[in-house]
T-cell receptor
């Protein structure tokens, strides 16, 4: 199995530029999550989708951030315009089933390390 | 305010020592998971605990869920350098909602 695929693995951009992060979840999984990880704040949930529909985007920091999931095998997280404080590692994760009191196992991608100068 | 508090934040020990890390909250969790994250990689699930008082063992790792389902601990016996990594606990407060992660405990085991 390929696992969750993220691209690019590293992104260095200048302040004000648009950044697009991409994720391909594991085939058959029906939930997809975008996280941001920093030393200061740890792993923060930005947004998650269930069956391609955004369920909770309360973690998206501001309007500069947007996420889409046009189909079950692809999602993007876009930052426009980017700022230095957006520098972090961004993870995508997928799982099968989040209903009920037991969370499904989340499979994480390798992450995208974003640096905004 | 962090919903899940993990302690200690950093732990550096010698190979062969035992250790315990903690995950505490004032909220009740429906279920709680422990993940391990190695440098440059995403977190990987170790275990899910569901029932208050539940104890699960995974080789040298012992996980316990508190009776009130508000806290959990991870005990490692005879730590090895391969145990080095960031240990994250994550819980579900309400059925159908997403996991909430703690900030993690960074463990370093030297030989």
């Amino acid at each position: 199995d390929a696992g969750v695929i993220q691209s690019p693995r590293h992104e260095v951009t200048e302040m004000g530029q648009e950044v697009t992060l991409r994720c391909k979840p594991i085939s058959g999984h029906n939930s997809l999550f975008w996280y941001r990880q920093t030393m200061m704040r740890g792993l923060e949930l930005l947004i998650y989708f269930n069956n391609n529909v955004p369920i909770d985007d309360s973690g998206m920091p501001e309007d500069r951030f947007s996420a889409k999931m046009p189909n079950a095998s692809f999602s993007t997280l876009k930052i426009q315009p980017s700022e230095p404080r957006d520098s972090a590692v961004y993870f995508c994760a997928s799982s099968f089933g989040t209903s009920g009191r037991i969370a499904g196992e989340q499979y994480f991608g390798p992450g995208t390390r974003l640096t905004v100068t | 305010t962090q919903l899940l508090e993990q302690s200690p934040q950093f732990l550096s020990i010698q190979e062969g020592e035992n250790l315990t890390v903690y995950c505490n909250s004032s909220s009740v969790f429906s279920s709680l998971q422990w993940y391990r994250q190695e440098p440059g990689e995403g977190p990987v699930l170790l275990v899910t605990v569901v029932t208050g008082g539940e104890v699960k063992k995974l080789k040298r790792l012992t996980f316990q869920f508190g009776d009130a389902r508000k806290d959990s601990s991870l005990h490692i016996t005879a730590a090895q350098p391969g145990d080095t990594g960031l240990y994250l606990c994550a819980g579900v407060v309400q059925a159908g909602t997403a996991l909430i992660f703690g900030k993690g405990t960074t463990l370093s085991v030297s030989s």
